[in-house]
T-cell receptor
Framework: EPEVTQTPSHQVTQMGQEVILHCVPI?????FYWYRQILGQKVEFLVS????????KSEIFDDQFSVERPDGSNFTLKIRSTKLEDSAMYFC?????????????FGPGTRLTVL | SQQGEEDPQALSIQEGENATMNCSYK?????LQWYRQNSGRGLVHLIL?????REKHSGRLRVTLDTSKKSSSLLITASRAADTASYFC?????????FGAGTTVTVRA
C-alpha cells in the first residue's frame, strides 16, 4: 500500500542553524501539507501546498519557514534559523484529488530537536 | 476555532471491552476524521465521516456524527492490547485539519 515517507526520522540541530525536512508524498497525490506536534500538545497545521504554491498557511508559518517541491516526488520544509521552540515532531501529509479525496495520509514524522 | 476536543482525556479498559471516546467541535465542517497515534509515532488514519453521514463502520470501529450537536463518537469494540494508543479527532472545514488534544486509551491484558 502506498505511503508517505519522511526523512530523517530524527534531526538534532543547534539553535540558529538551517534544517530541511524531507517528505515523499504518495505518488498520485496533488495536495501536500505540513503539520507539527510539540511534545504533549495538539497537532497543529502549518501549511498546505498545491500546484506549486502555498494554498494556506497558519500563523506559525512565519518567514523562517518555507516549502518547496523541487522535483516530481519530494516535498520539503525548510526552517532557516531554528529556535528552541521549533523542537517538535513534524508531519507531512498528502491528499489525492480523486477517490478518497478528503482523506489526508500522514507520514511517520521527523522529530526535530533544537539545542 | 473549529478544533475538535476529545473526551475523556484518558481511558483504561480490559481487553475485550469496548472503548468509547467523544469529540466536540465548534464550527461547520465538511468531514471529521479519526486518527490513531502510537507513542511518539506517526498518525494513522482510521476513518472519515462526512457531514451528511450519521454513522460509519470500519472493522471494529464505529463512528457517529451529530452535526446538530457538533459532536462525534468513536467506538472500538472488543478491544485488544494493540489498540493501546492515543486517538485524535480532526475536523476538516477547508482541507486544513484541526486536531483535538486526543484520548489516550490503555487496554489491559
Amino acid at each position: 500500500e502506498p505511503e508517505v515517507t519522511q526523512t530523517p526520522s530524527h534531526q538534532v540541530t543547534q539553535m540558529g542553524q538551517e534544517v530541511i525536512l524531507h517528505c515523499v508524498p504518495i505518488s498520485n497525490h496533488l495536495y501536500f501539507y505540513w503539520y507539527r506536534q510539540i511534545l504533549g500538545q495538539k497537532v497543529e497545521f502549518l501549511v498546505s501546498f498545491y500546484n506549486n504554491e502555498i494554498s494556506e498557511k497558519s500563523e506559525i508559518f512565519d518567514d523562517q519557514f518555507s516549502v518547496e517541491r523541487p522535483d516530481g516526488s519530494n516535498f520539503t520544509l525548510k526552517i532557516r534559523s531554528t529556535k528552541l521552540e521549533d523542537s517538535a515532531m513534524y508531519f507531512c501529509a498528502s491528499r489525492s484529488p480523486t477517490g478518497l479525496a478528503d482523506t489526508q495520509y500522514f507520514g511517520p514524522g521527523t522529530r526535530l530537536t533544537v539545542l | 476555532s473549529q478544533q475538535g476536543e476529545e473526551d475523556p482525556q484518558a481511558l483504561s479498559i480490559q481487553e475485550g471491552e469496548n472503548a468509547t471516546m467523544n469529540c466536540s467541535y465548534k464550527t461547520s465542517i465538511n468531514n471529521l476524521q479519526w486518527y490513531r497515534q502510537n507513542s511518539g509515532r506517526g498518525l494513522v488514519h482510521l476513518i472519515l465521516i462526512r457531514s451528511n453521514e450519521r454513522e460509519k463502520h470500519s472493522g471494529r470501529l464505529r463512528v457517529t456524527l451529530d452535526t446538530s450537536k457538533k459532536s462525534s463518537s468513536l467506538l472500538i469494540t472488543a478491544s485488544r492490547a494493540a489498540d493501546t494508543a492515543s486517538y485524535f479527532c480532526a475536523t476538516d472545514a477547508d482541507y486544513k485539519l484541526s486536531f483535538g488534544a486526543g484520548t489516550t486509551v490503555t487496554v489491559r491484558a
